[in-house]
């Protein structure tokens, strides 16, 4: 019945994507999903190899489209932990097969071009998944403004911006010319939404008071202040009708403004993180220094109920995508890393040193699926499917469609495992702790496939795929993002 053999074929595998589920085979040629048949319907096809799934769950590969690797001292001491190698050899331990990092301007530069030059040398054959790249703009100058057409010509259709940190944040109007240009030239904005004045003038109440333990990162960043600065970029992009993506939300207050603008009709886009799902503000005040493990921005909320809501808004839209904001650093490095922060004045460190992040690009998949909190459809939407789409890669990536989509997949045990602690043991990161240490699972993905090759063999070796087989991923413009007229300042 198939005279053309495959490369690959995967039995019998419930096979999921963000708008159906059934019981299929799939047939892999080239790089590419070349059929999916009923189950068993393959079983005598020729193929150089057969993974019998066994009813298992099959899925497009992960997308984390959230990933700092490689870069420099961009907060204070801290410098990242993971290179393009050791962060995509997590990235596919851990069933994703495609991350999006980022390629930071340096502020005292104006030009992005530079910044993406220097990066994709750092990336170049040495990842173990397909990447691609955005922009961080830390300079908007003219010269910057008008390179985003040449973004677009190399592959990159988003830039991220920041409304706080000295060395990174932007003015309004600096954004609202990020905004205007991103709207000429098909250019997505992601915006890290928190009040840099408030977050200044908090910190210096705290220092005046001898407040400076890890778990006073927390009490520096109120929800206020995250959903502050949420409601003027929605503010600004609603001036230049333009849509947006407000990342890594922590807040309910943040979600609720944006769910508001999303019912009002605006485009607007969140991301959220596994670290506002699994940790709280408790997490801060683990003894001695142990709570700098958990110091991200913005920071873990207060309980059970924050919790709750941010699963609430995956479940019902308000987040459009779920991503790991992979920001690494050592925790036993006084130099570069989270106890850079300690000093003999200080033996708790002081939080505002503290390098702001967690790693977690390997644990984002695992996690969220062991919480059996969303539908398998739901999980691929906001996983793979949905980032696909929002940043320009579906139906490449995020999808089973034969012909059209890279054979990229997850496929998990058929059945739960014994209950199993996560350990940093067990990871593949560069980095010398996990924030979710001890956290109990029964799941984690058996294969992990990219373009057709299996690349990550939980049974029978681990990482079994090459450095350098990852691939730069050019990309188009989000498909949220559709052409707009020019934009007209009379109308106002």
């Not at 579906?394 to 012909?403: D, F, H, S």
């Not at 990229?408 to 045990?413: A, E, G, H, M």
Request: proline residues 7%; contains cysteine; glycine residues 8%.
């Amino acid at each position: 019945m198939f005279d053309t053999p495959f490369d690959c074929i995967v039995l019998d595998g419930t096979v999921v994507t963000a708008a159906d589920i059934g019981r299929y085979d799939i047939g892999i040629k080239d790089g590419k999903i070349a059929l999916l048949a009923p189950a068993r319907a393959l079983a005598k096809a020729r193929a150089s190899r057969v993974i019998d799934a066994e009813g298992a769950y099959v899925m497009p590969g992960g997308i984390d489209a959230h990933v700092h690797l490689s870069e420099p001292q961009l907060f204070g001491k801290g410098k990242a932990a993971d290179d393009f190698t050791t962060g995509s050899r997590s990235a596919i331990a851990g069933g994703t097969t495609t991350i999006i990092a980022f390629a930071p301007q340096d502020q005292s530069d104006p030009s992005l071009i530079t910044a993406l030059d220097d990066t994709q040398k750092k990336a170049a054959n040495a990842a173990y998944c397909d990447y691609a790249l955005h922009l961080l703009v830390t300079n908007p100058t003219k010269q910057a403004l008008t390179e985003f057409a040449q973004l677009r010509e190399r592959g990159v259709s988003s830039v991220k911006i920041y409304m706080t940190y000295k060395d990174l944040q932007l003015r309004d109007n600096q954004v609202l010319d990020v905004l205007l240009q991103g709207r000429i030239d098909g250019v997505t904005t992601m915006i890290h939404a928190e009040n840099g004045d408030m977050l200044t003038w908090m910190t210096e109440q705290l220092e005046n008071r001898k407040l400076v333990a890890p778990k006073y990162h927390a009490t520096s960043r109120p929800q206020i202040l995250e959903s502050e600065a949420t409601n003027r970029a929605i503010s600004l992009s609603q001036l230049i009708e333009t849509p947006i993506l407000i990342v890594h939300v922590s807040s309910p207050l943040a979600a609720n403004t944006i769910r508001t603008a999303q019912t009002n009709g605006l485009p607007v886009y969140a991301e959220t993180c596994p670290q506002y799902l699994f940790l709280t503000r408790k997490d801060l005040d683990r003894p001695g220094f142990e709570g700098a493990k958990c110091v991200c921005s913005p920071p873990p909320r207060d309980g059970e109920t924050d919790l709750e809501s941010i699963w609430t808004g995956l479940q019902n839209g308000t987040f459009t995508i779920l991503s790991s904001d992979h920001c690494p650093f050592f925790y036993n490095d006084h130099l570069n890393g989270k106890k850079s922060a300690i000093t003999e004045d200080e033996p708790l460190g002081r939080f505002r040193y503290i390098p702001n992040g967690c790693p977690g690009v390997e644990t984002r998949l695992p996690l969220v699926w062991n919480a059996n909190r969303l539908s398998p459809q739901k999980f691929v939407e906001v996983m793979s499917t949905n980032p696909a789409k929002l940043y320009g890669l579906y139906p490449q990536k995020g999808a089973l469609i034969p012909g059209l989509s890279d054979a990229d997949l997850t496929i998990w045990y058929p059945s739960a495992q014994e209950p199993f602690p996560i350990t940093n043991s067990a990871l593949h990161h560069n980095v010398d702790y996990t924030p979710y240490e001890g956290h109990m699972i029964t799941q984690w993905p058996r294969y992990t496939l990219l373009r057709g090759e299996v690349i990550w063999d939980r049974d029978n070796g681990g990482i079994v795929g090459q450095k350098g087989f990852g691939q730069f991923v050019k990309r188009e413009r989000s498909a949220f993002c559709s052409d707009q007229p020019e934009w007209d300042v009379e109308k106002f």
